[in-house]
């Protein structure tokens, strides 16, 4: 806890004596000591991770069997199509939609559909008149048991920093136009929250069954960056 | 901590890149230390919040390396703040000659189940709520050097509680093993004209969950 930057840079960027970035670390040591031999050790993340997957184990602190469970889990197990099946089941059945909207976690929870990150899932309603938008302004928080990991421009720093200042001109980047008289919500979920937008059913779905209505719901469309896919546009 | 990581309201960051179709992850090795910080979390034996390290990565790398590579540097971190690992291991990439091998490691089931139970950090106790839902309050202006879940756009600004969460353990002093502090989160929207001024739209808010030690009366 009391580390200095300088330490933290170091233990970053090299480990097993693996020099990552040794123009930034060890030029000068280069010059100074001519001896200093890293050139031939590679440099990329793959190695760095390898190379503290073989010491962790070896140090009885981690079992690679419990890594491959883990991978599978995000993989194969959680993902949007939960969220998208939550969502679907929340445009037929106005008892659950109350039950989602009051109670967030619990009613997410009747589909089996808890922990980690998810621990309070908050769900924000997409009307004619409201248009809510999801960001992790801090970090990346994201509700993963109903959406699995989030993709790559989430995480990003463009996305962090100006969806809170102008979620409009984002919105707009990213393919949606939010009229001038719709109210726009943004959600950047700071403490121990998650938010998962219920996006507007499209219309003339009317007689579609809660499966066939699950396929319109994008993982975008529950982050707030998109509308639901609307029949007939799919690509 | 005033740090790179806290982004929100800045405009140089370039565009939005998107990606048509992603990959859960993009290199096996992403999965493989994602899987690792989750593995070692589990046990329940670390004495450092995840986010800490990544916050303290220099600004410089913390733009340039990947979400993935934050995880490398703080599992690492995390792990010798514990005194489970040594920099000395980490550097030579073997366990210290004549170390004791620790039974810490969770097997596949315990590992996964641990995951979907994350510590919750909601405590049912009575702690009394300092602010009531329709009340005005003004996020602090504190500076706190260390981890913090009050952006900085937001301090000084005024808006108004639309929802008590309950009682949650405060993350300012629990990152760090210095107490549980547990209090009220409440939901608090600000108007985007108090954040930004009259460049934004008059009925847009933001909405932020804080806690309350940030909040004071207007």
Redesign the interface.
């Given at each position: 806890m009391t580390t200095t930057r300088r330490d933290l840079l170091g233990t970053a960027l090299t480990v097993a004596g693996v020099a990552v970035t040794p123009k930034l670390i060890h030029a000068s040591d280069h010059h100074d000591h001519g001896e200093h031999d890293h050139q031939d050790v590679p440099s990329d993340p793959a190695l760095r991770v390898k190379a503290l997957e073989s010491l962790l184990v070896a140090k009885g602190l981690v079992d690679r069997a419990a890594l491959d469970a883990l991978i599978d889990v995000y993989e194969h197990q959680v993902g949007p199509r939960n969220g998208a099946r939550v969502v679907a089941r929340a445009w037929v059945d106005p008892a659950f939609k109350a039950r989602l909207l009051e109670h967030g976690t619990a009613a997410v929870g009747e589909f089996g559909y808890s922990g980690n990150q998810g621990a309070d899932i908050r769900v924000v309603e997409n009307t004619p008149t409201v248009h809510n938008v999801v960001v992790c302004t801090l970090c990346s928080c994201y509700p993963w048991p109903v959406l699995g990991l989030p993709p790559v421009w989430y995480k990003s720093a463009p996305y962090r920093a100006r969806a809170v200042i102008d979620p409009r001109g984002v919105l707009r980047e990213m393919g949606t136009e939010v009229p001038p008289d719709v109210e726009v919500r943004v959600w950047d979920s700071t403490a121990e929250q998650r938010y998962l937008v219920l996006p507007e059913r499209p219309q003339r779905t009317e007689h579609w069954s809660e499966e066939k209505l699950a396929d319109l719901v994008t993982r975008d469309s529950m982050i707030g960056v998109a509308k639901a896919t609307v029949p007939g546009t799919q690509t | 901590m005033n740090g790179i990581?806290?982004?929100?309201?800045?405009?140089?960051?370039?565009?939005?890149?998107?990606?048509k179709t992603?990959p859960?992850?993009?290199?096996?090795?992403e999965?493989?230390?994602?899987?690792?910080s989750?593995?070692?979390q589990g046990?329940g034996k670390l004495k450092?919040g995840l986010?800490p390290?990544?916050e303290?990565?220099?600004p410089l790398?913390y733009?340039r390396i990947?979400?993935?590579?934050k995880f490398?540097?703080s599992?690492?971190?995390r792990?010798?703040?514990s005194d489970?690992?040594t920099?000395e291991?980490?550097?030579?990439?073997?366990?210290d000659p004549g170390?004791k091998?620790?039974?810490?490691?969770?097997?596949?089931?315990?590992?996964?189940a641990a995951?979907?139970?994350?510590p919750?950090?909601?405590r049912d106790l009575p702690v009394a709520a300092r602010f009531q839902v329709g009340e005005i309050v003004r996020a602090r202006n504190i500076n706190p050097a260390t981890h913090t879940?009050?952006?900085r756009?937001v301090r000084g600004k005024s808006g108004e509680i639309v929802r008590d969460?309950g009682v949650?353990v405060f993350?300012d002093t629990s990152v760090?093993g210095q107490g549980e502090k547990p209090q009220h989160?409440y939901?608090v929207r600000f108007a985007?004209r108090e954040?930004?001024g009259q460049q934004?739209?008059p009925?847009?808010?933001?909405?932020?969950?804080?806690?309350d030690d940030y909040l004071e009366t207007v």
């Open positions: - | 990581h806290d982004m929100g309201g800045m405009q140089d960051m370039g565009a939005i890149q998107r990606e992603e859960v992850f993009h290199a096996v090795w999965g493989r230390i994602y899987a690792m989750n593995a070692v046990t450092l986010r390290p990544m303290n990565i220099p790398d733009l990947s979400y993935y590579e490398y540097v599992i690492t971190e792990l010798v703040a489970l690992l920099r291991e980490l550097q030579r990439g073997t366990p170390s091998k620790s039974d810490l490691a969770l097997s596949p089931s315990a590992a996964v995951m979907m139970k994350n919750p950090t909601r879940r009050l952006p756009y969460h949650f993350s760090y989160i939901s985007a954040l930004w934004a739209a009925q847009d808010s933001v909405y932020l969950d804080l806690f």
